[in-house]
C-alpha cells in the first residue's frame, strides 16, 4: 500500500457467524465522522431490540488513528476489540462495524467470545466492497484563458480531480491531487506555466 493509499468500505455491508446456538450478525458501515456512530447504532438497536449486545468498533482518519471500542457488556476486551482488530488486519479506517449477539444458551468463554466477534466481522467485510482510496491536497490555480490547455493537461498527467471551474474573470480552478504527486504539481503549475496556485488543504 503506497503511502498515501488507504481502504474503507464502500457501501455498507452485513455477514453472520454461528457458534454453539448463538448468533452474531456483523455490520460494516462507511463513515465520515465520529457524529455517524451514534445513529447508526440505534438504528440497529432498535432494529434488533431483543440482542443481548451490540457490540462496536470504529476507525477514524486517514492511518486509523482515531478509533473507540465497546464491549455493550460482554467480558472485558472480548467483543469491542476483536471487532477492532478485524479492521484493522484489513487496514480499513472510516469504517464502523457492529456485531449484533443472540445467545444461544452455551456460554463461549471469552476465547470464543473474542473468534466470534472477529469472524462476524470479517464475515461482513468479506460481503463487502473495498475501496482504495488516496490523501489529497487541494489547490486553486488562477491563470489567463491561454494557458488553460497546458494547465488541463498537468492536471491529467497528475491524476488530479477536476472539482470547480470558474471562467467569468480570467481562469479559477480547482484541483485535488495525491499528496505523492502534489509537490510536483504545485511546482509544474508555478514553474512551468507561471499560474498562481493556492493549497487550499494539506491534509500531511
Not at 12 to 37: M, R, W
Not at 151 to 163: A, F, Q, T
Not at 173 to 180: A, L
Amino acid at each position: 500500500m503506497e503511502s498515501d493509499e488507504y481502504h474503507t468500505i464502500k457501501a455498507p455491508c452485513k455477514g453472520l457467524f454461528k457458534v454453539k446456538g448463538s448468533k452474531h450478525y456483523g455490520f460494516v458501515y462507511p463513515i465520515l465522522s465520529e457524529a455517524d456512530v451514534a445513529p447508526l447504532l440505534a438504528s440497529l438497536r432498535k432494529e434488533y431490540h431483543d440482542a443481548r449486545h451490540h457490540a462496536y468498533a470504529y476507525r477514524l482518519g486517514y492511518g486509523g488513528e482515531r478509533w473507540r471500542a465497546s464491549d455493550d457488556g460482554e467480558p472485558s476486551n472480548s467483543a469491542g476489540p476483536p471487532i477492532l482488530g478485524a479492521l484493522r488486519s484489513l487496514e480499513l479506517t472510516g469504517c464502523l462495524a457492529v456485531v449484533v449477539r443472540y445467545f444461544g444458551g452455551t456460554k463461549l468463554g471469552v476465547g470464543g467470545l473474542i473468534e466470534a466477534y472477529r469472524e462476524a466481522t470479517l464475515a461482513a467485510i468479506s460481503n463487502g466492497s473495498i475501496d482504495a482510496r488516496y490523501v489529497e491536497k487541494a489547490f486553486v490555480i488562477q491563470c489567463p484563458y491561454g494557458l488553460v490547455g497546458g494547465v488541463m493537461s498537468r492536471i491529467d498527467k497528475s491524476r488530479g480531480k477536476l472539482i470547480k471551474q470558474d471562467f467569468s474573470h480570467n481562469v479559477t480552478i480547482e484541483v485535488h491531487v495525491r499528496v505523492s504527486l502534489a509537490d510536483d504539481f504545485e511546482r509544474q503549475i508555478a514553474a512551468t506555466y507561471g499560474c498562481h496556485i493556492k493549497v487550499l488543504n494539506n491534509p500531511q
